[in-house]
């Protein structure tokens, strides 16, 4: 059986969280914690589903040292730092803006640049979850930016809910996003900066990506071909 210290091992290992995991597991986040400190043991249908969740990066690992191409996304963390903190800077103080929403601007910016494009922008893995497109990278890269005081986390109500947002105490290095990036971030913000996250969490349901898996499962880039109206962002030439 996996123990308590084996799971935080992989678990931070791969940059998830508590709340990523918790959520993969149909279960709340102060259980999953219970399970993390050994206070709760894991049933064997807890344990295949931990274990299914870490074998795809340990099967990655294993195919890669043989020098097998596997094709992932490419992360570009420190444009990520950057794009995250533009969209801080235009639409972060916005009622409406907060983690959830974040997510999901964040998923359709890098969507729909490598649909209309064909290459990454941010690359960030995202899996499928009830609330939408979640990028697993987020949570270990905020904690990396509030340590470097380039942004701030608060607490706030937007209507009865509590809203965790993040507001940036940096502006982002421009130079750093090319003019086609800009573009196509300013494009996103416009379409989809004023919606709450509870009307993003459904626009994305809809979405081809996140409709073409499973719960649990990530999203691949290649579907971002095969969106449908109102999503897709590319002119196809007739068959």
Known sequence: MLSSKKIIELRNKYGYSQEDIAS?????RPTFAKIES???KINKIEEEKIR??????EDIKDRADNNIRIDLPKKDIKKFKEI?????EKVGA???VGMTVIYKLLYFIDFDYYEKYEKQIMGLTYFKNNFGPTPKEFVKVVEEMKSENEIMD???KYFTHEQKKFLPIKSPDLSKI??????MIDSVLARYGDKSASELSSLSHLDTP?????????????HAFYRTEPFSVREYEAL
């Open 24 to 28: 993969r597991l149909s279960m709340s």
């Open 38 to 40: 050994g206070e709760k």
């Open 52 to 57: 299914e969740i870490f074998s795809f990066y």
């Open 84 to 88: 995250l903190l533009y969209i801080l």
């Open 94 to 96: 916005k009622p409406n």
């Open 154 to 156: 608060v607490v706030s």
């Open 178 to 183: 090319s003019a086609q990036e800009l573009e």
């Open 210 to 222: 996140w409709a073409s898996v499973n719960m649990g499962e990530d999203l691949k880039y290649e």
